[in-house]
C-alpha cells in the first residue's frame, strides 16, 4: 500500500563540533522526499553503524571536518559489515584532498562530496544509487 | 521487519502471525504532547530508569513528513543519544508519511514487533498535533501527555483533546516559571472530569526532565495505572485491538472495492452531471453494496 522510501542515517563522527553541513544536507535529502535520521555530534563508528542496524537505513552519510576521515570512513565501513550491513551506500562530505578521496572511493566508499558539491547533485546521486539497488533485490525475489 | 511494516511489505501480515504467540508480553506506554514539551528527553529518561531494573527498552519515535516532498527529518535520537550505545535499548524513528491511517497501523506493528521481540517496556513518541498521531499513543496500554509551561495555557491542552486521552500527565519544565499555575489548572481539569464518577483520575506529576528531576514519579504514576488496569488489562487491549481491526477493514475495502472498481470516471460523469457530492456517494455505495451482495448470493449457490 504505502511506498517505500529511502531512509538516511546523517552523522557525525569523531571529534569536530561542526554539524551546519551536516544539517543542510540532511534537510536537502529531506527535501528530496528522503526520510533522514539525524544523530548529533560526536559518534563512535560502532554507534553510527549500531544506529544504522536499528534504524534499517538504506545509507550512511558521514560528515567529517577534522581531518580524521582517513581513520573514520574505513572504520565506519567495519563496522557495517560485522553486523551484516554490507549493503548500506555510504556516502561522505567533509575537507578531503583529492588524494585521499581515490583511495577512499576505492575501498568500497560509493561516494565523496567536497565542500561546495551542489546539495541536489548528492540527492540525485542517492537516488539513482538506490533505485538500482532495489531493482536487483526485486529481480532477485 | 518494521520496514516491512512500514512499508506495507505484503510479507509482513504472515511474519506477524509468526511471531503473534510472543505478542502481549510488553508494557506499552504512549507518550505525546505539544511539539518541544520535552518528550523525547523525558523518553530517553524514563528509559534510563527502566533500564536500571534491567528491563529493556524499545522506543519508536514518530515525527511528521514534509507535507511537499514526503521526506521526513527524524530528530527525536538526538534527545535519546546517551542510549544508542546500550544494547538493552532498541529505537526506532518513524515518518508519519501523511495523515493516512498507514501510519497508525504501522507503528502499531512495529510496537508488536518490538514486544515480540523480547522489549519489557515499549515506548512511543509522537507529536500530539493530530488524529493518527493520537491514534498511535491510544493503542498503548497506557498515555502519558507531556506539557510545559509556556506553551500556551492549559486550556489549549483541553481543546485539543489531549487530556481526554491521558492517563498521566507530566508537566514538564518544571524549573521554568508558570509550572505551578499549569499544574493546578490540570489538576482542577481531571477533577471535574471525573469528580463523582467511577473513573481513572489521571495523576498530575511534575517534573524536569532535562535536570533528572522528578522523573521517578511520572514513572511511579505510570506504574500505578497499570496496577489499576490490571485485571482489566487484557479487555482493555481487546477494545483497542477491535479499533485496530476496522481499521484494516477500512484499508482492505478501500483497496479492493474503490481503488479496485475504478469509480473515478463514473464518479467524473456524475458531478458532470451536476448532483452534489453526497447525491454521488449514495449513488456508489448502493451500487457497492448491491453488488457485495449479488457476489454473496452467487457464493452460496456455487
Ligand atoms: N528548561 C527545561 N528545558 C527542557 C527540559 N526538558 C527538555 N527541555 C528542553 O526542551 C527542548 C525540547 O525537548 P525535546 O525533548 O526535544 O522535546 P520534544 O517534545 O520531544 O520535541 P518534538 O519531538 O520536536 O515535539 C530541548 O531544548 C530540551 O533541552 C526541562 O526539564 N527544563
Ligand atoms: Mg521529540
Redesign the pocket.
Known sequence: MSERRIRVLVAKPGLDGHDRGAKTVASVLRDHGMEVIYTGLHKTPAMIAEIALQEDVDVVGLSILSGAHMELFPRVRQELVDRGLDNVLMVGGGIIPGDDMQVLEKDGFAKLFGPGTNTDSIAEYIQTEISKRWAAEEAQA | MISWAENGHARFPETLEAIWSQVGRACRMGIT????????????ELARMIREEESTVGIL?V?PSSPLSGGALL??R??MEDRTADSGVFIRSMASRGSHGGMARAAVDAMDVMDAFGMHDVLV?T?GVGQAEYDVVAAADTVLV?L?PGAGDGVQAMKSGLLELADVIAI?????PGADRLTSDMQEAVHLRTAGRDKWASPVVQ?????R?GVEDVLVAVKSHRDHLSDTLPDHRRQKRIQQVRQVVGERLDESLWMKGNFGDQVEAMLCSGITPYAAARRVTQNLLKSAQENQSSEFQA
Open positions: 504532547g505539544p511539539p518541544g514539551a520535552g518528550k523525547s528527553t523525558l523518553v530517553n519515535a515525527d530528530g527525536d538526538i534527545r513518541e507529536v507531556v510545559c514538564n519544565k518544571c524549573d521554568l517534573c524536569s526532565a532535562g535536570k528531576e
